[in-house]
């Protein structure tokens, strides 16, 4: 699908935005203790999983757009987002994902935007779970893919959220398979190991981005 919203031109270019990097992975993967350590070693981080939850906040528009299209089941009593119920009508049913992305994902896209274009900063980190799977290649510079062994994904969420292992395996079911989010990626970071052999490699791609976005 083609998009309307684009960002601006890249380093260099008369308005002087930083180098996007796309922070990306499967669910379990640890983008968020990577995006972690580079907010510790002073980048901006945005990430679009805290806007869209930002957005489905009681009385925002993209609520009551959910609402109207998945019926007044989707919110509790309390008005707020039932994201149990949503998450396993979704992730059990395409069709109904794409709904729910159709919603929610050129709002969050609008914002990063708007956001990326305000940092005062060499570069950025984008943490979009479905940068590719909803081909979104245009909103960032490079791609980082943050890997780990299936196993590995599911126990950590299990430990994380408590799910059931049969809606983790249909979450990363529904997600673009390991081999295709390599072949993506710029760069890559594997947290297979400790959080020290992680940080050891954030650093590394920390030092390596500074000198991209100063060229």
Not at 86 to 112: M, T
Not at 134 to 157: G, S, Y
Request: proline share 6%.
């Amino acid at each position: 699908m083609a998009h309307t919203d684009t960002l601006p031109s890249p380093p260099g270019g008369d308005n002087h935005r930083p180098l996007v990097i796309g922070l990306t992975g499967g669910i379990g993967s640890g983008k968020s203790t990577v995006a972690g350590i580079f907010q510790q070693l002073g980048i901006p981080v945005i990430d679009a999983d805290v806007i869209a939850r930002a957005m489905v906040a009681p009385g925002q528009p993209a609520l009551e757009e959910i609402i109207e299209v998945f019926g007044p089941d989707s919110v509790d009593a309390s008005g707020v987002l039932d994201r149990n119920r949503l998450r396993k009508l979704v992730f059990s049913n395409p069709a109904q994902r794409h709904r729910l992305e159709a919603i929610l994902h050129p709002k969050v896209r609008r914002e990063i935007i708007t956001l990326t274009t305000d940092i005062q900063a060499p570069y950025c980190i984008v943490v979009i779970p479905l940068l590719l799977e909803t081909k979104q290649r245009d909103l960032v510079d490079r791609i980082l893919v943050v890997d780990t062994e299936v196993d590995k994904q599911i126990a950590r969420v299990v430990s994380r959220n408590g799910l059931p292992r049969d809606e983790i395996t249909a979450i990363i079911e529904a997600q673009i398979n390991r081999e295709s989010r390599l072949a993506a990626a710029d760069e890559v970071i594997n947290n297979d190991g400790s959080l020290d052999e992680l940080a050891i490699q954030v650093r590394a791609q920390h030092e390596k981005y500074l000198k991209i976005a100063i060229k």
